[in-house]
């Protein structure tokens, strides 16, 4: 995959978030709740998956022991965080070459399990 096309998915990737918090913050009605928390966890499982590759991408460490976090963030706070995330990704894939893209890194999963991908992979 080029550089070129992972900007065109992740240009994607950001817009269909944007929809999809929409969506889901629209869901107010309390017979609803239970599904909107899902929603919520699993909107915010992508987001620390998203934070974790970001991090083995500029070699830092990323503090995460599993792929969610105990408790469920508000969906608003969660909705930045995403799209900050998003722009990042979106900047990262702009600039970078084909030859980067095919670097592995070596790292560990949040149970301790070793990995390697390359970037783009990641």
Do not use: C
Not at 30 to 54: K, P, S, W
């Amino acid at each position: 995959m080029t550089q070129k096309i992972l900007s065109t998915l992740f240009a994607q990737k950001s817009w269909t978030n944007r929809e999809l918090f929409d969506a889901v913050a629209s869901v107010t009605d309390e017979d609803h709740a239970a599904a909107r928390e899902t929603a919520t966890r699993t909107l915010n499982h992508i987001y620390i998956v998203d934070q974790i590759f970001r991090a083995h991408l500029t070699g830092e460490k990323h503090g995460y022991t599993a792929t969610n976090t105990p408790e469920t963030p508000d969906l608003g706070e969660l909705h930045f965080a995403v799209a900050e995330t998003d722009g990042w990704f979106e900047k990262y894939v702009a600039t970078v070459s084909d030859a980067t893209l095919a670097e592995k890194i070596s790292f560990q999963f949040t149970d301790g399990d070793s990995g390697t991908m390359t970037r783009e992979e990641m």
